[in-house]
């Protein structure tokens, strides 16, 4: 599935996948990194070392983006956006959908 348009890119947002590691090898945004939820925290600062920059947040539904999106909020990330689901964050970033 392909999305075409002026996706994420084009501002430096960050697109980050939430989902587990066999979510992330099904299907997942060409332009997006892995750090599953339970992992967030931990690596947040290491491979999210700028807390202005803007973050998109995606899973399977939502639900976890939703909750990794609080996490990074109280973290002290201001721009972060919970983009829902793999299909709608494709659909609102304009990103390819990829399988390893």
């Not at 590691?21 to 997006?32: C, Q, V």
Request: a positive charge; proline letters at 2%; charged letters at 20%.
């Amino acid at each position: 599935m392909i999305f075409h348009g002026s996706g994420a890119e084009h501002d430096n947002a960050l697109i980050i996948d939430v989902r587990r590691l066999k979510e992330w090898n099904d299907g997942h945004l060409a332009s997006a990194r892995h750090i599953p939820l339970q992992n967030i925290a931990k690596q947040s600062t290491t491979l999210l070392p700028d807390k202005g920059q803007k973050i998109y947040v995606y899973c399977r539904s939502g639900v976890r983006s939703g909750k990794a999106r609080n996490i990074l909020r109280q973290l002290g990330y201001s721009d972060v956006i919970n983009a829902g689901g793999l299909n709608a964050a494709g659909k609102l970033l304009s990103d390819e959908i990829i399988v390893n």
